[in-house]
């Protein structure tokens, strides 16, 4: 066999990794001509291009280095709207009845909902809101949506609680967004430990 028929391993590794780079590049270029956003700027086959030794031998290169994303930002900002007026669409929603008219209201912005005799009054910034229900039947109907009872005439919105605090007597001072405070009693104090999911160094909490 001739010298010109044993082909150097080394120029056959070479000779792979052009032709892959030339493929690769006219790829890219086919993408640019028909307007498609580059995702990234380096992706793996460029990795291990840049790992081949100087003698020209191949080695293994680090794949599991994630391509750098450049992203539009006006595009960005556009699915973030997008997924706002969704999240908004989706959100729950109570439907009452006063003077007259039928209001829609997002249950998030509900802060509590308090007893006032026959009636109950939806704690909604600005305002409030009176409907004639007992709160019995608006605790069973909120319990799903993340409401919880903490009084014989309260119900608080979970999200809404932004401190507790534990009182000798036994019970707890709750106070929701916007300063609002309210008493949790020992019936109801059992309640407390849905406001978290997670409770770090607080085991006898709520108990």
Not at 6 to 32: C, E, L, Y
Not at 74 to 81: E, I, K, S, T
Not at 138 to 162: C, D, Q, T, W
Request: aromatic share 6%; charged share 25%.
């Amino acid at each position: 066999m001739s010298t010109r028929e044993i082909q150097d391993p080394k120029a056959i590794a070479r000779g792979m990794f052009v032709q892959r780079a030339a493929h690769a590049n006219t790829d890219v270029s086919a993408s640019a001509l028909r307007g498609d956003t580059i995702p990234s700027i380096k992706s793996r086959r460029d990795y291990a291009l840049e790992s081949t030794a100087e003698n020209g031998l191949y080695e293994p290169a680090d794949t599991s280095l994630l391509p750098i994303i450049r992203v539009d930002a006006a595009n960005l900002m556009r699915v973030l709207r997008q997924l706002e007026v969704i999240a908004k669409r989706q959100a729950p929603r109570i439907a009452f009845k006063t003077k007259g008219s039928i209001l829609f209201l997002d249950l998030a912005e509900i802060l509590a909902v308090q007893a006032e005799g026959n009636y109950v009054s939806l704690r909604h910034r600005p305002n409030p809101y009176l409907v004639r229900e007992s709160l019995s039947s608006m605790a069973k109907k909120l319990k799903p949506y993340g409401f919880i009872r903490i009084h014989r005439s309260v119900v608080v919105n979970i999200s809404a609680v932004e401190e507790i605090q534990p009182l000798p007597t036994g019970e707890y001072r709750l106070r929701v967004k916007g300063g609002k405070e309210y008493l949790v009693t020992r019936t109801y104090k059992h309640n407390l430990r849905d406001l978290a999911q997670l409770w770090v160094g607080s085991e006898r909490l709520c108990g």
